[in-house]
Nanobody, 121 residues
Framework: QVQPVESGGGLVQAGGSLRLSCAVS????????MAWFRQAPGKEREFVGA????????TYADSVKGRFTISRGNAKNTVYLQMNSLKPEDTAVYYC??????????????WGQGTQVTVSS
């Protein structure tokens, strides 16, 4: 089993920062591309950003470009999502996903349980 596990969510004021972490447990003998998605109440899940397995390629949603940064950790199959200049509209459950190729679509094979991020105004 391959299981992404998120951590680092919480409550922050608008304009603040938060860093989410995701580590893949289970069968980690291969390197995975990893992505972040989010889902706000009453809305569909949307793409936030993704990073290739090597870390050499990243892609972001326009809504977070310039504010959010994805990076890979030193541990295999670990990624971070640094979120700066947070806005109330960033409030959502954030999900980490993993697969063999980087993508902006929902077609990732492995998904975490999600972590809540709440931005107060």
């Amino acid at each position: 089993q391959v299981q992404p596990v998120e951590s680092g969510g919480g409550l922050v004021q608008a304009g603040g920062s938060l860093r989410l972490s995701c580590a893949v447990s289970g069968r980690t003998n291969r390197n995975y591309a990893m992505a972040w998605f989010r889902q706000a109440p009453g809305k569909e899940r949307e793409f936030v950003g993704a990073i290739s397995w090597s870390g050499g390629s990243t892609t972001y949603a326009d809504s977070v470009k310039g504010r959010f940064t994805i990076s890979r950790g030193n541990a295999k199959n670990t990624v971070y999502l640094q979120m700066n200049s947070l806005k109330p509209e960033d409030t959502a459950v954030y999900y980490c996903a993993a697969d063999t190729v980087i993508s902006r679509s929902y077609e990732y094979a492995y998904w975490g349980q999600g972590t809540q991020v709440t931005v107060s105004s």
